[in-house]
């Protein structure tokens, strides 16, 4: 099985621009989440979203927002970029179930804000 | 509220020494708990977990934990370390029903020659 894959792997932007990353999970799973990694701050729980629904959601200002499609692809969004915006963000893929599952996380998508 | 401590931001250990990375957790239910290794540029990946069945758990690449509720600990161990072994290994824990991980800050393991 083809694991987690997210696009792009690498990503500019300026200060007040908006950005999109995309998540494709395991075939099969429903379940996506997003997590921030900084420096700062570690990693960090977005959200996550199962059957094109958020579940659950992690502290993190509107700015930051999310959406699953019917096929299980999640994107995440974030508007008016800040300097503190820099981090790898990190998707994770799951069956949904929760029941004793694992997470596996896709490579990330690194973006840098100028 | 959950949280994992993470003792120690930087680990050495010479080729074929020991590994003892250390992580403390605080939780009021009974956790799952996980340790995932991140190689530069790269994502998390999942070395093993705990999810209240044995309390020693194995591992991918000959890593494992013990799982003390009397001192809150899951600390990881390798009994030799191999310079593949180099990369940053984070402790994480989630309450049953859900996939919000709160993770350690993390430790960079060096492996020395």
């Known amino acids: 099985k083809a694991g987690v894959t997210q696009t792009p792997r690498y990503l500019i932007k300026t200060r007040g621009q908006q950005v999109t990353l995309s998540c494709s999970p395991i075939?099969?799973?429903?379940?996506v989440s997003w997590y921030q990694q900084t420096p700062g701050q570690g990693l960090q729980f977005l959200f996550e979203?199962?059957?094109?629904?958020?579940?659950n959601k992690g502290n993190f200002p509107g700015r930051f927002s999310g959406r699953q499609f019917s096929n299980s692809r999640s994107e995440m969004n974030v508007s008016t970029l800040e300097l503190g915006d820099s981090a790898l963000y990190l998707c994770a893929s799951s069956q949904g179930s929760y029941n004793q599952e694992t997470q596996y996380f896709g490579p990330g998508t690194r973006l840098l804000v100028l | 509220a959950q949280s994992v401590t993470q003792l120690g931001s930087h680990v050495s250990v010479s080729e074929g020494a020991l590994v003892l990375l250390r992580c403390n957790y605080s939780?009021?239910?009974?956790?799952?708990l996980f340790w995932y290794v991140q190689y530069p540029n790269q994502g998390l990946q999942l070395l093993l977990k705990?999810?209240?069945?044995?309390?020693l758990v194995k591992g991918i690449n000959g890593f494992e934990a013990e799982f003390k509720k009397s001192e809150t600990s899951f600390h990881l161990t390798k009994p030799s370390a191999h310079m593949s072994d180099a990369a940053e290994y984070f402790c994480?824990?989630?309450?049953?029903?859900?996939?919000?991980?709160?993770f350690g800050t993390g430790t960079r393991l060096k492996v020395l020659a």
């Open positions: 705990y999810t209240s069945a044995a309390t």
């Open positions: 979203y199962f059957s094109e629904t958020q579940r």
């Open positions: 939780s009021s239910v009974p956790p799952y």
């Open positions: 075939s099969g799973h429903r379940s």
């Open positions: 994480a824990v989630s309450e049953e029903g859900t996939y919000k991980y709160i």
